[in-house]
């Protein structure tokens, strides 16, 4: 089968639904079929090999990503290069409702008979100005609806996006919870030795390191993080963003890690907090974290409970105080972060697989092109 993946971002720009991108692309070439990806030009070439699958990048303005808007602004280029992607593929999978290369993919593959998926990872997402907040919903109700029309089939991979969906869809539009998966030969718990020598090459001392991945920007609680700071504990911050952050005994700041160095940083570390709300899904991150033998300390949100059991994950008010207390309790109690980092784990490698996710989505794609 040939399939064209449609992002607005992939790797090496650091994000959720770019590594969501990036592991169905490597998963569907090791099954035997033929992926092409059409991203924008943020970070890599125009065009690259990466694992199998051939990435087109097609020049962007990203001038909106300093106010923490994820909306690159494409040249009108797009069109002369997706077009003749469209045409070699047999399934057309968008990602994102609201981008510009999804309307240009789905409109394409419209016009030219081609099955059309989408998905859709967050629903609106609440920023911390009402200017974007108006502006996202407009666009939800004009162009996320116009995306609906265009697809086939609709996926989400959260339970808050399935209710937006309904109200810009026909009832009769399929709908397909399908979740997110973690690549369990990439993230797993090392031994105690093995960690003793990654915090060492990272330059860490005994202290305990509680960690945070994601968009270094306002709405992913980074603020809160900060003021959760405590002298008994190092906070870590890895993930992209030109949020300014302040130089403070304790904070450890990595900005754009590659593959290898987020992946140590994961293993080195002793606890995850996701201070984030508003969340289309349990984050990837949380995720990855929880493979790694992470205990999680998050905020409670209902659409959480469709990936991870209150057992599991321990939520917390959402203040810094609460984040402080729960951060403390781990750290002081070591048998009961152990307890937590084997049941972490044990979940990851439980729920979190990516061979399901690969399969359900092959099994969706064939469902559309007869076979």
């Known amino acids: 089968m040939r399939i064209l993946l449609v992002s607005h971002y992939v790797l090496p720009h650091y994000g959720g639904i770019e590594v969501v991108v990036e592991n169905l692309a490597k998963g569907f070439v090791a099954r035997g079929h033929e ?50 992607l469209v045409a070699w593929a047999d399934v057309v999978h968008a990602h994102g409702f609201l981008y510009q290369p999804t309307l240009v993919a789905l409109w394409l593959a419209r016009k030219v008979g081609r099955p059309r998926v989408l998905t859709e990872h967050a629903g609106f997402v609440h920023y911390n100005r009402w200017l974007w907040n108006a502006v996202q919903s407009v666009a939800i109700h004009t162009l996320g609806r116009l995306s609906v029309a265009l697809a086939d089939v609709v996926v989400v991979v959260g339970t808050r996006a399935p209710l937006l969906i309904q109200q810009l869809a026909p009832s009769d539009k399929p709908v397909h919870l399908i979740l997110n998966g973690v690549d369990m030969n990439v993230f797993h718990p090392v031994s105690p030795e093995v960690k003793r020598e990654i ?32 002298s008994r504990y190092d906070v870590v911050l890895c993930g992209r963003g030109d949020m300014p952050l ?31 709300h508003s969340e289309g899904a349990f984050p990837l991150t ?22 991870v059991s209150q ?39 439980t729920h979190f697989s990516w061979d399901r996710c690969l399969e359900k989505h092959l099994a969706l794609y064939r469902s559309l092109v007869g076979g």
Not at 69 to 78: A, E, G, K, N
Not at 251 to 276: G, K, M, N
Not at 312 to 334: G, I, K, M
Request: with cysteine; aromatic share 10%.
């Open 246 to 276: 302040p130089e403070r005994p304790g904070l450890l700041v990595y900005r754009s890690p590659d593959d290898e160095q987020l992946r140590h940083i994961y293993q080195a570390a002793d606890l995850f907090v996701l201070p984030s």
């Open 311 to 349: 057992e599991v994950v321990l939520f917390v008010e959402p203040s810094a105080e609460a984040v402080r207390r729960a951060v403390l309790y781990l750290v002081t109690d070591e048998a009961e972060r152990q307890r937590r980092s084997l049941q972490s784990a044990q979940w990851a490698r």
């Open 199 to 230: 915090r060492q090459s990272l330059g860490w001392d005994e202290r305990p390191k509680v960690l945070f991945v994601g968009r270094l920007v306002p709405r992913k609680g980074i603020d809160l993080l900060l003021e959760a700071l405590d």
């Open 35 to 84: 992926v092409k990806v059409l991203s924008s030009r943020i970070a890599g070439p125009a065009r690259e090999e990466r694992h199998g699958f051939e990435v087109i990048r097609i020049p962007a303005w990203n001038a909106l990503e300093r106010y923490a808007v994820p909306y690159p602004l494409f040249s009108p280029r797009m069109i002369l290069e997706a077009r003749p």
């Open 286 to 307: 949380a995720q990855e974290a929880m493979a790694c033998g992470l205990p999680v300390i998050a905020f409670f949100d209902p659409v959480y409970l469709a990936y």
